[in-house]
């Protein structure tokens, strides 16, 4: 079989040089022959199809590591994954059309609608936590792990609300900027010494009685940034101060909910 050279693959692939170097880095798509010589790469025709899938999958701005995972998978679970995918955008355009209007609003001098601000009391309780420096996209991989082994019967936590494993920011943490990002897990008193020499990883602190706004985030509505706004009025309109240390208090997991379910709940401890 005739082997392609990188430019002419990359004109029948419909993408560059440049892009092909940076997928064979990545595994992703390698060629079929490198000169040992020159170095120059070599493909195949038969790669195309895949070449042109990527492709198509870098248009719908699919990070590359989330291409890696989807191009090798059978077909009917890299239709589910890119599904799944897509009804994340849709989500995130959702809450930037959210962010757009309230922007808009703001500058005319209109007052937007948002969540509704609530007042509960926490208890004094105990806790085991672990801090890292992330960026909005590394809290997934960060706290997921940690939500599984918590949020069930591994650790014996306080009833209710209060015993509800939770992140606590530290700093505002975006895509491109990050911040301490702590993942904190109520445990009970009694059984404190034993649950703490599982996890010698993590700290224990104490944390008094306090009283905390909150509101509560269903599945549709997860990625807006709305929620800390809509805190942040609520705090002005009623006088209130806050220890801005606010904490993302996880309920559900999205992917067994609708999109009328609480998923998580965003609350600052009130001063």
Not at 20 to 28: A, C, I
Not at 73 to 102: C, H, I, M, S, T
Not at 151 to 171: I, K
């Amino acid at each position: 079989m005739d082997l392609l050279a990188i430019g002419a693959f990359a004109r029948l692939a419909r993408l560059s040089p440049k892009a092909l170097r940076l997928y064979d880095d990545l595994s992703l798509l390698s060629p079929v022959h490198v000169d040992p010589g020159t170095g120059y790469r070599w493909y195949s025709p038969d790669q195309l199809p895949r070449a042109r899938q990527v492709a198509q999958l870098r248009q719908l701005d699919m990070p590359l590591a989330r291409i890696r995972k989807v191009i090798d998978l059978p077909a009917d679970a890299a239709a589910r994954e890119l599904a799944a995918y897509w009804a994340e955008q849709e989500l995130a355009v959702k809450a930037k059309r959210e962010l757009v209007g309230f922007l808009i609003d703001r500058l005319i001098g209109e007052r937007t609608t948002m969540y509704e601000v609530l007042v509960r009391e926490i208890p004094a309780r105990t806790l085991l936590s672990v801090t890292e420096q992330l960026t909005a996209e590394q809290i997934g991989p960060f706290a997921g792990p940690l939500f599984g082994l918590f949020g069930g019967p591994t650790v014996s936590r306080p009833e209710g609300v209060a015993g509800l494993p939770f992140l606590r920011y530290h700093g505002e943490v975006t895509n491109d900027s990050d911040a301490a990002v702590e993942f904190c897990c109520p445990v009970d008193e009694a059984d404190l010494e034993a649950t703490a020499a599982r996890f010698p990883e993590m700290s224990t602190s104490t944390e008094e009685a306090t009283r905390e706004a909150y509101i509560s985030v269903h599945k549709a509505d997860m990625m807006t940034s709305l929620g800390f706004e809509s805190l942040r009025q609520w705090l002005t309109d009623n006088g209130e101060q806050a220890v801005w240390r606010p904490r993302q208090i996880f309920l559900a997991d999205p992917a067994g909910v609708s999109a009328d379910d609480p998923v998580f709940e965003l609350a600052v401890p009130l001063r």
